[in-house]
């Protein structure tokens, strides 16, 4: 019986301060959607296809019509990651360089948070992020100002973003995002 209760403890203690989203497992790219700059009158493209063990976000941005980003977001205000210090994220990537955002508001002046991911080449990495590295974003101009460990509790959604305003093509495949 003591074993047990240390067996459950454990896992409770452990579980409490991670959060996986594992594509490959939990089929959870049906909840995450594309919002384009059309919604700004832009002409970019992008699109979701989940895959036997991934998701595949890919599109192409537009400059026309003061356009020029493609995202991809997952609702995450029933999460709590208030525990966690860092994210790690499974991509690989092509083309127009993305960033892993994170918003605290659903309205789009609000500032929100990202940090800009490496370019792969189309070779699958792992890379880990402190979540304190995020910097703070207006409408894509940055502030001098990091995420703060408070902040964690405010978040609404998560997502990737193109991060260059440039015209081409992106591909961009996530195979997990687990926050730590």
């Given at each position: ?27 959870e ?6 919002v ?27 400059l026309?019509n003061n ?18 210090n ?38 699958w990495?792992t ?6 590295d ?5 409408i ?41």
């Amino acid at each position: 019986m003591k074993i047990q209760l240390i067996v459950l403890l454990f896992h409770l203690i452990t579980t409490q301060d991670t959060l996986k989203i594992d594509f490959g497992k939990e089929k959870e790219g049906k909840y995450w959607r594309v919002v384009n700059d059309g919604v700004m009158g832009g002409l970019s493209k992008g699109t979701k296809k989940l895959m036997t063990n991934s998701m595949l976000f890919k599109g192409i941005v537009s400059l026309e019509n003061n356009g020029g980003f493609s995202s991809l977001r997952y609702p995450f205000s029933d999460k709590d990651i208030s525990l966690c210090n860092e994210v790690e994220i499974r991509y690989k990537s092509a083309g127009i360089s993305l960033a892993f955002t994170i918003a605290v508001s659903r309205r789009w002046y609000v500032p929100n948070y990202k940090i800009r991911l490496d370019d792969t080449s189309s070779e699958w990495i792992t890379k880990t992020i402190r979540l304190k590295d995020l910097r703070k974003y207006y409408i894509g101009k940055p502030i001098n100002e990091t995420l703060k460990k408070e902040t964690l509790k405010e978040i609404v959604s998560i997502g990737f973003i193109t991060d260059e305003k440039k015209y081409g093509d992106f591909e961009f495949e996530i195979d997990y995002i687990k926050f730590k």
